[in-house]
């Protein structure tokens, strides 16, 4: 059986350009996932393929589900990669969006795999949605990074190019095939608080989605998105008022980003203990995100 699985060939795309994002160490907040999610639903993306999952997840570690179909029959949910067509007739180009877990093995043919996607659809970019733990603070603007094979689209969007060194993820490898292959690629980035990195970030989410716009020229509706950003500050916030400690640590990341310089982390109090303090909160509030 062929990893990559077509239900049907969509026609027509009119230079499409190829939007991934995968659950997992690149998804910081679910951030990525929920950018690319949102935008598919606002356009409309209907599926047309999956990339069967048999050669490329360890299935002890992305398990499969079980569900009851009409209260009788037990059916396996197989985590795979779909991926759908955007048709945006009032922008230049339709979109491409293949969205899944981050696979576990075999990440160069996995990657091989997409750019084949890419290649057989006359995509003209391939764009990557990531979100990365960072020393920063929720009050302030969501700080987006980037890399593109393209540096001039880097300046052009207003990006901060990374200078990140470590251990990368499909997306970076990803990033790294596209640029082997000669397809024009680029990758972006949001900065997620981590000490609360155990809550869906719709603010990372939303700002993600604005500059994926700029970069590939559609426009979608995110008053949604916006008023989800919203509601997120607003309870981080409260959650921030309700202990010292945390409010102090707060205050010294935005001290630090309104002074653009770097902290030293010794200064604050431990991260983890700040998101346990943060969950409990929520849970007392009724709006665990678990």
């Not at 393929?49 to 050669?55: G, K, L, M, V, Y």
């Not at 309700?242 to 109090?269: G, M, N, Y």
Request: a negative charge; proline letters at 8%.
């Amino acid at each position: 059986m062929q990893p990559l699985q077509w239900e049907r060939r969509p026609d027509g795309l009119r230079a499409p350009a190829l939007v991934c994002a995968f659950k997992g160490w690149n998804d910081a907040g679910d951030a990525a996932t929920t950018a690319l999610q949102f935008v598919g639903t606002q356009l409309g993306a209907s599926r047309f393929a999956s990339i069967d999952p048999e050669e490329f997840y360890d299935f002890q570690a992305t398990r499969p589900h079980v569900k009851m179909t009409e209260g009788q029959t037990r059916e396996i949910s197989w985590p795979a990669v779909e991926i759908f067509e955007a048709r945006v007739p009032r922008a230049p180009r339709d979109l491409v969006l293949v969205s899944g877990s981050e696979p576990s093995m075999r990440w160069r043919t996995f990657s091989q795999l997409v750019i084949d996607l890419a290649e057989a659809l006359g995509a003209q970019l391939v764009v990557s949605l990531g979100a990365l733990l960072a020393d920063v603070a929720h009050s302030r603007p969501i700080s987006i990074t980037g890399l593109a094979s393209d540096p001039a689209l880097v300046e052009r969007l207003g990006l901060q190019p990374t200078s990140y060194e470590g251990p990368t993820g499909i997306v970076g490898v990803l990033q790294a095939a596209c640029g082997q292959a000669g397809i024009p690629a680029a990758s972006l980035w949001a900065a997620v608080p981590h000490y609360i990195a155990s809550a869906p970030n719709p603010k990372a989410a939303l700002a993600l989605v604005r500059k994926l716009e700029g970069l590939v020229g559609i426009a979608v509706d995110a008053s949604d998105l916006e008023r989800a950003a919203s509601d997120y500050e607003r309870q981080v916030n409260l959650a921030v008022q309700s202990d010292p400690d945390v409010q102090a640590f707060v205050e010294r990341l935005e001290k630090a980003a309104d002074d653009e310089e770097p902290i030293d982390p010794r200064e604050l109090p431990s991260g983890d203990r700040i998101a346990s303090e943060f969950m409990r909160f929520l849970r007392q509030r009724g709006d665990d995100p678990a």
